[in-house]
């Protein structure tokens, strides 16, 4: 059924569809509207029979969660940002005790400075911490997403984070098309648990593991996550098959036929790189996109093949790793080794910077004309920048960065002499 309704609230019946069990939540922007969207779900009896409860942090939602998943409780929480760093501990454990959670994380850049707004900074800082991540392009494909990722989590018992762009999509109203309970109950089966706590059957979850077998333990848990490769894509078309769409899979080209330069991007900004690479075409410039949906585990084969016969590999990034540089263009370029393909990384983006098409035209043109570093920054205000250096050059007590910033750009008054 087609319903224009705001990218929270439709993966909010999304997830009611699912038939959760569970449901943690703990309030923080951009995540807010889901969980509320749900608690309204099973307070006017529309989802029953579920548990919602209300927490005191984003740690005890999570720790919520593994509680009710270990008791064979289909579960589900939402995040975002700082939420999502303070739940950390709990998030790992979540991942190393096999635990089928789904969580939306409604991305959203990382302080300090205080910023609301949309990056992937606090996905990518998990990236190393077990779950699988799946990345939404669009609120149709979050919603399928959602769907999706229980059926996963429960197939492999392994926890599923599903990451859409703050604001972006959350507050954006968009048309979608929303699947009945009956669909949806075809597509995914009750909830089977692998590992249940049971006081009749008593066991122990989560022991002491030492050195005689941790590195097993570990080693299973990356296997789990290469077997990911295999359910991703044959989950995504069980659903196309199913549902009359296409959602999910591990990654998704556009023009990259005989494209001498493909982009890489996961999430939102690949609708505004389609449109700018759909212009430059009709200029005669051969040039493609590379969504990424599964950036955990990292489809290093698919990604490989799509980006073997190209020129040079452009990958656009809404965050960055501090004193190194891009995170998802490391990935690319392990999946290109051997291979002779130029990869730049641009990040843009960051902290809810417009990524315009003007912007990312004159970006590409430049990577075409080889004048584009292998690190960039897309729009950074040099200006500020080298103020601010100077600034710090000039003496010891150079004040905060941030509020230094802002007066540079007159955001904030200038201190009256």
Not at 45 to 60: D, H, Q, W
Not at 120 to 147: K, P, V
Request: aromatic residues 6%; negative net charge.
């Amino acid at each position: 059924m087609l319903k224009q309704i705001e990218g929270s609230l439709a993966v909010a019946q999304a997830v009611a569809l699912a038939r959760p069990d569970v449901i943690c939540a703990y309030p923080i922007s951009p995540q807010t509207h889901i969980v509320e969207g749900l608690g309204e779900l099973v307070k006017n009896g529309s989802l029953t029979p579920c548990e919602f409860i209300n927490v005191e942090s984003e740690f005890a939602a999570m720790s919520v969660a593994i509680g009710s998943s270990a008791t064979g409780a289909r579960t589900y929480t939402a995040t975002a940002s700082q939420g999502l760093l303070f739940m950390t501990e709990a998030v790992f454990n979540a991942s190393g005790l096999g635990l089928p959670i789904v969580m939306t994380v409604a991305n959203r850049a990382i302080g300090a400075p205080i910023n609301i707004w949309n990056d992937h900074s606090d996905s990518m800082s998990q990236r190393d911490c077990g779950w699988i991540q799946l990345f939404a392009q669009s609120n149709q494909e979050a919603l399928d997403l959602h769907i999706q990722a229980f059926k996963l989590a429960e197939e492999l018992s392994m926890p599923v984070m599903v990451c859409m762009d703050g604001f972006i999509l959350t507050h954006a109203y968009e048309r979608v098309d929303m699947p009945t309970q009956s669909e949806v109950d075809a597509f995914l089966p009750p909830y089977e648990p692998r590992q249940v706590l049971d006081p009749s059957e008593p066991v122990s979850i989560g022991a002491m593991v030492g050195p005689e077998a941790f590195m097993e333990v570990r080693y299973l848990a990356h296997a789990k996550q290469l077997t990911a490769l295999d359910h991703i894509p044959r989950i995504a078309d069980e659903f196309a098959q199913r549902f009359g769409r296409v959602s999910g899979g591990l990654v998704r080209s556009y023009q990259t036929q005989g494209a001498q330069t493909i982009v890489v991007a996961l999430g939102s900004v690949l609708g505004t790189l389609q449109d700018a690479v759909d212009e430059m075409r009709s200029d005669g410039i051969s040039i493609g996109v590379l969504g990424i949906q599964s950036f955990r585990p990292f489809p290093l084969a698919a990604v490989r093949e799509a980006l073997a016969q190209t020129k040079r590999v452009v990958v656009l990034e809404k965050s960055f790793s501090v004193g190194l540089g891009g995170v998802v263009s490391t990935d690319v370029r392990l999946a290109l080794s051997g291979f002779d393909q130029s990869v730049c990384t641009v990040v843009a983006g960051l902290g809810g910077r417009a990524i315009t098409k003007a912007s990312l035209h004159r970006t590409l043109r430049q990577a075409i004309d080889g004048q584009l570093e292998s690190l960039s920054f897309m729009d950074l205000d040099w200006r500020i920048v080298n103020r601010q250096l100077e600034r710090e050059a000039q003496m010891r007590r150079s004040g905060p960065i941030a509020e230094n910033l802002l007066r540079d750009v007159g955001a904030i008054a200038a201190k009256v002499a």
